[in-house]
């Protein structure tokens, strides 16, 4: 659930290689990044939500206040850089002589070394704690979006700079609608006497229900359109519609009488469609097999 991104920092670029000479500060320590994987619902991306995370997380040591010494005092001058934090190294090449600077490798960059080390965190100057962080989930996410809480990732010892949080949603599969964009889908099944007469029928929705009105002769493929009844888009450029996707059940079993029944109306004009009558269905569903 929780994974760790990495700090930064350390890095001068060309001028640590080529030994431009423009830093001589200390090095600032950097905290770790993290991730973690949120889950939400099709409710949660319609109406946005709270969330609150158990993080566990890399935090400054109370009892040396992260300097990773014993009494949060005891650290004296690093003899090998003075305290600068940073050391030059000149090596011989085949262009001349190249100097180059980088972080001290005694002190790590920070001019301090630790006489004795604290015994909470092993001079580390961090120890793991767990937090409760409560993030909030704006309208109209998607799945694999990452949002960023800034500084709330892994702290860096000595007061460093701390990492950032990154909130990666997880989307839960619906057990009736099926997003598409900012699109929702419902496959309605009907029976064959609603899709001959027509009625009404209930759809479920984001918040609840609708009830829809389906119309005499409705066609397998028939897409109805409930407008404003999708996800809002994360951009705020409006909201999606819910579209559903007209079946029709086709019984697999009948009694002795309902087959009497089906095998009279074979013979009926109405129940066999003209040349015309099936150019006009299929091209309704022509989007069906459409790919552009």
């Excluded at 600032?28 to 949120?38: I, N, S, T, Y």
């Excluded at 609150?52 to 850089?81: F, H, W, Y």
């Excluded at 085949?94 to 005694?106: F, N, S």
């Excluded at 979006?145 to 950032?164: I, K, Q, W």
């Amino acid at each position: 659930m929780f994974e760790g991104v990495g700090g930064f920092g350390g890095f001068g670029g060309f001028a640590d290689f080529f030994g431009g000479g423009g830093r001589s500060g200390q090095r600032v320590k950097h905290g770790g990044d993290l991730r973690v994987r949120v889950k939400v619902t099709l409710a949660d991306v319609a109406h946005g939500c709270e969330k609150k995370l158990k993080i566990p997380r890399m935090v400054s040591c109370p009892d040396c206040k992260g300097t990773g010494a014993k009494n949060g005092t005891a650290q004296e001058t690093c003899s090998n850089c003075h305290g600068t934090g940073v050391e030059t190294t000149i090596r011989q090449t085949l262009l001349g002589r190249v100097q180059t600077q980088g972080p001290c490798h005694v002190c790590g960059g920070s001019g301090k070394v630790i006489k004795e080390r604290c015994s909470k965190c092993g001079g580390k100057g961090l120890i793991r704690k767990e937090d409760v962080v409560t993030v909030n989930i704006p309208a109209g996410v998607a799945e694999g979006m990452m949002l960023t809480m800034s500084g709330g990732g892994n702290e860096a010892p000595g007061g460093g700079v701390p990492g950032d949080l990154y909130i990666v949603i997880e989307e839960v599969r619906d057990a009736q609608l099926v997003r598409d964009g900012d699109d929702l889908i419902y496959n309605l099944m009907l029976d064959i006497p609603t899709a001959v007469f027509g009625g009404k029928v209930d759809v479920p929705t984001i918040d609840g229900h609708a009830r829809v009105t389906i119309a005499a002769g409705t066609q397998p493929g028939t897409v109805l359109r409930l407008r404003g009844k999708g996800l809002p888009n994360a951009q705020r450029y409006g909201t999606g519609d819910l579209l559903i996707n007209v079946m029709v059940y086709i019984p697999e079993r009948l009694t002795a009488d309902e087959r009497r029944a089906f095998e009279a109306l074979k013979s009926s004009a109405n129940v066999t469609p003209s040349q015309s009558t099936k150019d006009r269905i299929f091209s309704r569903l022509r989007h069906i097999f459409d790919k552009d």
